[in-house]
């Protein structure tokens, strides 16, 4: 960008020796102008950091403003779960540097888009999928463990958290694979077939960070049940590979098996609660900590001289979408936090990691016409990859945000260490969106009844028109 722009500069020069010496301006002003690029992140200073993340956080609400769709609060174009995701990260800004501009927009659009207290709005229930829902839910237990400001008149953050666990225990879907959840609701959707490692790693995270939080068991043995029952399935191999997709079908005996830093990060993270919420006394919470930290390894390639994070299905083949543009936000923010209540040479190991790659992420942001918009392969370092994006955005406050955490060293807060809000189990229960898996296939049959009926009443009339034209 910066580049074409001096050359235009100069091709309108006409005399040669004038040529000559705006020519050599031209270049010493854009490399003065260049080393001016990019985002300077020195990770061991606070001050440098939260420059970073403002810089970094401002330019990823420019492009919440500007959207088409500004008139609803929360909701994204063309996505409704990416609002969820980027609440989540800008709640975590706010707690980390103090910074509280953008925290009307978070309240306004965590409110409006709330449902009926389980993040499933009339709006867009219809083609939303476990995981899409869920992810409001961890927004909501972030709030709640970081005393996010609440407002009168509004449900506590903690009670939304809960609303989403209500809303998605009844679709644990016994009638296919002994268990589990579905990725879709809805049985016209693709992905009704299949279950998959973000739904019910979600899910078996914010069990785990309800568990801590309120001290309530039920989510504890939720929390538990989940993850034994991914274990007894490809989505959690006892060799620490998670696979991203299994299908009912095959009763979730294949895999899908695309790697994606998201997955490794939600058991990884959701393991490190029940680690402390059990006080360490089960081995499996930390050893399910331990051998995916280190199956995620191969998110460190070579590429990065295996420091810097890198969603390795995508990113080199320059083939990530809006969506897995994001992901690396949740594996170094999630584990960032964590890392308070798993204090281990494991989770300390990744921490130094997470600082050469926020160093790197700092340098990937030398696009834009400011020079200071954020690429996603930050393996790529100053060579921008041509690309800018909210979604771009969020990845490098992810881990701005990750490694700001040490310096605050307080938090995840809960009921008993200063939490302030309150839990509400029944929270989300009086809404009519709650069907288990048992109603939606009675509603689709109908549905599909219907369908039919109308294809049959289009077909005959088709026919008998053509017949009449002859
Ligand atoms: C639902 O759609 C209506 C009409 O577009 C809009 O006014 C409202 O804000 C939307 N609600 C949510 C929760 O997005
Ligand atoms: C749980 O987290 C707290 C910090 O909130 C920490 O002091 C404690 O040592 C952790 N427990 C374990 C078992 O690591
Ligand atoms: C714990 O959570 C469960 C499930 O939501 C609820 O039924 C129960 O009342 C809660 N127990 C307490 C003590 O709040």
Sequence with gaps: MHFLRCRSTLSSRQMMPTILSRWLITISVCLLVRTALAIDVSPDDETSLKDAAKTVASAMMDFYNDRDSKSIPGKMDDTWWEGGSMFMTLIQYWYLTGDSQFNDAIQEGMYWQKGENDFFPSNYSQYLGNDDQVFWGLAAITAAELNFPERDNQPSWVSLAEGVFNGQIPRWDMASCSGG??????????????????????????????????????????????????ASTPLLRKTWVIADTTSTAADCKDHGDHQWTYNYATYISGAGYMHNYTNGAESKWLEG??????????????????????????????????????????????????????????????????????????????????????????????????????????????????????????GPYNADNGGTSKSDPHGGTNTKNTLGPKDVETGDKVGAGILTAVFIILWVGAVSWIVKAE
């Design 289 to 410: 900590v331990n051998g995916l930290i280190k199956t995620s390894d191969q998110f460190f390639p070579d590429s990065g001289a295996k420091q810097i994070i890198s969603d390795i299905t995508c990113e080199p083949i320059n083939k990530c979408d809006r969506n897995q543009k994001t992901f690396k936000a949740y594996f170094t923010s999630w584990i960032g936090f964590m890392s308070l209540i798993v204090p281990t040479e494991t989770t300390a190991d990744l921490m130094a990691r997470f600082k050469s790659s926020a160093v790197a992420a700092g340098q990937q942001c030398s696009g834009g016409s400011d020079g200071k918009h954020c690429g996603i392969r930050w393996t790529k370092k100053a060579e921008w990859d041509g690309t800018v994006g909210l979604e771009q955005q969020m990845s490098v406050l992810g881990v701005l945000n990750a490694i700001m955490v040490p310096f605050k060293a307080q």
């Design 181 to 230: 959840l579905r990725w879709q609701i809805w049985p016209y959707q693709n992905g009704f077939h299949l279950k998959n490692a973000i739904s019910n790693g979600g899910l078996f995270q914010l069990s785990a960070r309800l568990a801590l939080y309120t001290k309530n068991s039920t989510y504890a043995e939720w929390a538990e049940k989940i993850w034994d029952w991914s």
